[in-house]
């Protein structure tokens, strides 16, 4: 059970730093080389990684959900 906690609380950390970063490229547009949007954001302020890697901790956090939930027994 402690296991799906932390899970729970991977994807919870993911999906708030996704949505922190969605909404300051929506506050605080960039223009990178041309490239507008979010991609144009995420590059224009050093913040490519971090999507990445907040990214990375949402779908770990819904794998080791999933796997303590149904697959392991």
Do not use: Q
Not at 19 to 35: E, G
């Amino acid at each position: 059970m402690k296991r799906i906690i932390f899970g729970g609380v991977l994807i919870l950390s993911g999906v708030i730093g996704i949505l922190v970063l969605l909404i300051l490229s929506v506050v605080r547009p960039w223009d990178y080389n041309d490239i507008t949007g979010l991609l144009g954001f995420l590059l224009g302020s050093n913040t490519f990684w971090a999507f990445a890697a907040f990214c990375i901790m949402a779908v770990a956090g819904l794998a080791i959900s999933i796997y303590e939930a149904y697959i392991k027994k």
